[in-house]
């Protein structure tokens, strides 16, 4: 099966950079789109950034302040995938989570963390 961690959350000034792992193993030939969304109090989950097959694709409103980039284990069996952030304002506070989507075997499935929470206040 898949398994999922997320680390890296924290409280952060207006300005300041986080970096948000998402730690996923399994079999990597299984493993297809992972992606970072965000849920704030009182509104919908949003895609922030997704990663597939190193092509990466973020939402308007991170565009140029956050980087997705994603890492592979020599044995297939791990992958960890990142988020940088930089510039961070207050309405990037949210619960930060990591999903992945499998293919192959795993085709149709998804794979959710538990997830992280991001706070940005002065």
């Known amino acids: 099966q898949v398994h999922v961690v997320e680390s890296g959350g924290g409280l952060v000034q207006p300005g300041g950079s986080l970096r948000l792992s998402c730690v996923v193993t399994?079999?990597?030939?299984?493993?297809?789109?992972i992606g970072w969304y965000r849920q704030a109090p009182g509104k919908e989950r949003e895609l922030v950034a997704q990663?597939?097959?190193?092509?990466?694709?973020?939402?308007?409103s991170v565009l140029g302040r956050f980087t997705i980039s994603r890492d592979f284990a020599s044995d297939g069996a791990k992958s960890a995938v990142s988020l940088e952030m930089r510039n961070l304002r207050p309405e990037d506070t949210a619960l930060y989570s990591c999903?992945?989507?499998?293919?192959?075997?795993?085709?149709?499935?998804?794979?959710w963390g538990q997830g992280t929470q991001v706070t940005v206040s002065s």
């Open positions: 999903n992945v989507r499998g293919i192959n075997t795993l085709r149709g499935r998804e794979f």
């Open positions: 990663i597939t097959e190193g092509i990466t694709r973020y939402a308007d």
């Open positions: 399994g079999r990597m030939r299984n493993i297809g789109t």
